[in-house]
């Protein structure tokens, strides 16, 4: 405090002064009133003032300047967990001024804008500090531009528009660019499988994945996955591969191999039907672009969607190997050789059997008993001694 005379000037500190404003005191001229307590100074002869009460002579302001600087963005922090960013002050804003869509984040300081925090919802706000939770797929879109940002305060900036927040005296925060990050709560959370789809009816089998959060596709492992016919086990296959892709932030598909496909149709009772399919994510199957490894705690987990296998199988490919008596047969898929009905087969010396064709009707031979793609036959001797004598026929 300074005095002369009979004045006594008195400098608020910004805690003060902010304080103050915060609570809506000395916003305008008639909402500015003084009171002093009993002997709160004293004259030179040692006499100590008499208050002034509030309610009784309290002091109006005789001389008054409003606050009319803008407020500025000093810093921020985010929250890579809760998706909250904290943004503070220079001086208390407004809550109910908050427009979000003014707001961005950046990777560079004055960079071209990222994301903008449109739809951000209010979760505190203590006048210098002001809390914003990002929406759950602004969050995801955030996290699947890592790591380009958000990793640190090199690649992490706020910007601020005019048009975000005013303080309590109604003065618009000064534009700014760059605003630097101060804290930065790294994201620890595992990614979980929030749900899966199985489709068997497609050339080769499509699984799709959907997870809580935006997930890192480098890191997808189809070793890591595999399929169980039961919730305690039964029938089990783990893929060895796959083509993997990425339709969206939080979704993974992979289109399995036809070996994986085949083999899978060939285990006995896994993946018929959607109660006989049962997911299990390994930790090493992937990773969150954090590289936080997937929640394994919710498997083995059945599919949410579930297409059977409806497509009739159709032969591709034969072989006669007169040498070893065998007839190779090859299928675009799996096929249980139990219902081969050898009636059925007949073996022609022309593509279209005509009354010049030369043909053979099969009978009596033993298959192979494997659920595989391929059936072996092996032929009677009388079936190949009659394949041998003819002259058109398994040339």
Known sequence: ????????????????????????????????????????AQDTAGLGSIGV???????????YVPDTTAPTAAGFSLDLNTGVITVTYSEPVTLGSL??????????????????????????????????????DALDGLKGMMPAIATGSANTFLDTSAQAVV?????????????????????????????????????VAVLQLTFSEAVLLSSVNPFGVALQATLGG?????????????PSLDVVVINLTATDTNKIKALSGLALTQSATFLVLQASALTDRSHNPINVSNFPLAPAAYVPDTTPPVLT????????????????????????????????STAVITANSTVIFLSGETISTAVSSVINITLTPDDLNTIKVQPFLGV
């Open 234 to 246: 039964g029938s089990t296959y783990s893929l060895t591969g796959g083509l993997v892709f990425r």
């Open 53 to 63: 009460v509030d309610g009784v002579n309290a002091l109006a302001v005789s001389s």
């Open 317 to 348: 490919d034969f072989v006669l190997d007169k040498a070893s008596s065998l007839i190779s047969r090859t299928c675009s898929e799996s096929v249980n050789p139990a219902t081969l009905n050898l009636s059925g087969l007949v073996l022609s």
């Open 99 to 136: 427009n979000a869509s003014g707001l961005f984040l950046s990777s560079t300081s004055g960079g071209l804008p990222a994301l903008s925090l449109q739809g951000s919802a209010v979760s505190s706000d203590d006048g210098l500090h002001l809390a914003v939770r990002l929406p759950a």
């Open 1 to 40: 405090a300074e005095y002369m005379g009979h004045v006594i000037t008195i400098s608020l500190s910004a805690s003060d002064l902010n304080a103050l404003k915060f609570n809506g005191v000395a916003l305008a001229r008639n909402q500015t009133w003084l009171t002093i307590c009993n002997n709160s």
């Open 167 to 203: 303080d309590v005296s109604g003065n618009a925060i000064a534009a700014a660019a760059g605003i630097p990050l101060t804290h930065l709560a790294n994201d620890t959370g595992a990614p979980s499988l929030i749900e899966y789809a199985l489709n068997m009816d497609t050339p």
